[in-house]
């Protein structure tokens, strides 16, 4: 078992930055690839950013996002910047189900086995 907690959501300006931080305890956060996604109210859970187990590869859909992870304190970051009121949203992050995978980590939903509960982002223009 893995447990995500989620933190660093908030109101933030147009155009501002928040950095989201991703704590896990449980199982060795180490092995997993991590993802970050976001759910806005009345849209499906949408992909952000993901990196692999080794740091080695990262995905994103917004070059304005960067993903990082800190193994050493098991954590795993989500920098936001030039924020839009459209990315008003909840985020969440995920471990994946594969453990020591290189590559491209997974952009979808089902490619992630443990999740956190969320952190509220609200954008204001």
């Known amino acids: 078992q893995v447990q995500l907690v989620e933190s660093g959501g908030g109101l933030v300006q147009a155009g501002g930055s928040l950095r989201l931080s991703c704590a896990a305890s449980?199982?060795?956060?180490?092995?997993?690839?991590m993802g970050w996604f976001r759910q806005a109210p009345g849209k499906e859970r949408e992909f952000v950013a993901a990196?692999?187990?080794?740091?080695g590869s990262t995905h994103y859909t917004d070059p304005r996002f960067t993903i990082q992870r800190d193994k050493g304190k098991n954590t795993v970051y989500l920098q936001m910047n030039s924020l839009k009121p459209e990315d008003t949203a909840i985020y969440y992050c995920?471990?994946?189900?594969?453990?020591?995978?290189?590559?491209?980590?997974?952009?979808?939903?089902?490619?992630?086995?443990?999740w956190g509960q969320g952190t509220q982002v609200t954008v204001s223009s």
């Open positions: 995920a471990a994946s189900w594969s453990t020591f995978v290189d590559g491209t980590p997974g952009a979808l939903p089902d490619d992630y086995r443990y």
């Open positions: 449980g199982q060795s956060f180490s092995r997993y690839a």
């Open positions: 990196i692999s187990w080794s740091g």
